[in-house]
């Protein structure tokens, strides 16, 4: 795997606030944060502090108001769209929020879903069904996501972030909605995937998690500290 360094400058988000004409709710005031290869970092916050449009902006699907973000030395807001998409797809792992699968796909194809995008001729099938092995869904990997549960949706989204060995990963609330076996095979994988280099930032109401990370921050009102 490459290694990358994933740098915020100022990052900002402000977003309009439609009920009053020009007023403006800072979602995020200017961040600096640097998510190193080989460290696992946990953000933490109460609900409506920021730490999801904090992490779509690293993940190069959000465009900030200011700032901004580096990725291998690159700034990911000056790429044009499609080669943004490329890096972001070959190089950041996201596990979105909430339940993000394609209906008409069946869980195996869900995970395989990043090589697809690259364009790979011959998909990695059998990474993906170990990887599916690993995360215990083994069993379910020709059913289809509406068949799932909200945590086996979660495990989902994990294998499918890991596909491609992504140097960096984002992860928002990985174990929502997870039994405490399962909290901690996805902390563990989490933490392997920084001890193999990855660059890993969890978002995380899981007082468990602080076990796995190696910084712990907190998001208040848009500020992380
Ligand atoms: N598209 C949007 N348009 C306007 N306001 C938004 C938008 N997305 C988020 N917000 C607002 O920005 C703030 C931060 O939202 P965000 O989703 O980042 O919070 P969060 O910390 O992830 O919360 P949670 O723990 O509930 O997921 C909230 O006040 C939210 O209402
Ligand atoms: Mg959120």
Same mark, same amino acid.
Do not use: C
């Given at each position: !795997?490459?290694?990358?360094?994933?740098?915020?400058?100022? #990052? *900002?988000? $402000?977003?309009?606030?439609?009920?009053?004409?020009?007023?403006?709710?800072?979602?995020?005031?200017?961040?600096?944060?640097? +998510?190193?290869?080989?460290?696992?970092?946990?953000?933490?916050?109460?609900?409506? =502090?920021?730490?999801?449009? #904090? @992490?779509? !902006?690293?993940?190069?699907? @959000? *465009?900030? *108001?200011?700032?901004?973000?580096?990725?291998?030395?690159?700034?990911?807001?000056?790429?044009?769209?499609?080669?943004? =998409?490329?890096?972001?797809?070959? =190089?950041?792992?996201?596990?979105?929020?909430?339940?993000?699968? #394609?209906?008409?796909?069946?869980?195996?194809?869900?995970?395989?879903?990043?090589?697809?995008?690259?364009?790979?001729?011959?998909?990695?099938?059998?990474?993906?069904?170990?990887? +599916?092995?690993?995360?215990?869904?083994?069993? #379910?990997?020709?059913?289809?996501?509406?068949?799932?549960?909200?945590?086996?949706?979660?495990?989902?989204?994990? %294998?499918?972030?890991?596909?491609?060995?992504?140097?960096?990963?984002?992860?928002?609330?990985? *174990? %929502?909605?997870?039994?405490?076996?399962?909290?901690?095979?996805?902390?563990?994988? @989490?933490?392997?995937?920084? $001890?193999?280099?990855?660059?890993?930032?969890?978002?995380?109401?899981?007082?468990? %998690?602080?076990?796995?990370? $190696?910084?712990? @921050?907190? !998001? $208040?009102?848009?500020?992380? =500290?």
């Amino acid at each position: !795997m490459t290694t990358m360094t994933i740098r915020a400058r100022a #990052l *900002t988000k $402000d977003y309009p606030r439609s009920h009053r004409s020009g007023a403006v709710l800072t979602a995020v005031a200017p961040t600096d944060l640097e +998510l190193a290869p080989g460290s696992l970092t946990v953000v933490t916050g109460r609900s409506g =502090s920021g730490k999801s449009t #904090l @992490l779509m !902006m690293l993940a190069g699907l @959000l *465009t900030p *108001t200011a700032g901004t973000v580096e990725v291998e030395g690159r700034d990911l807001y000056a790429l044009a769209e499609g080669e943004r =998409s490329r890096l972001r797809n070959g =190089s950041i792992g996201l596990v979105p929020q909430g339940h993000a699968a #394609l209906r008409s796909l069946t869980v195996l194809d869900n995970v395989l879903l990043p090589a697809v995008i690259r364009g790979d001729a011959q998909p990695p099938v059998a990474r993906a069904a170990s990887l +599916l092995e690993d995360v215990g869904l083994a069993e #379910l990997a020709g059913e289809y996501p509406q068949e799932l549960s909200g945590g086996e949706l979660r495990r989902l989204a994990l %294998a499918r972030a890991l596909l491609l060995g992504p140097a960096a990963l984002l992860a928002d609330e990985p *174990t %929502a909605g997870l039994d405490s076996e399962n909290v901690e095979v996805v902390l563990a994988f @989490l933490r392997q995937a920084a $001890d193999e280099g990855a660059a890993v930032l969890v978002v995380t109401h899981e007082a468990e %998690a602080r076990t796995v990370a $190696d910084r712990v @921050l907190t !998001m $208040d009102g848009g500020r992380l =500290s």
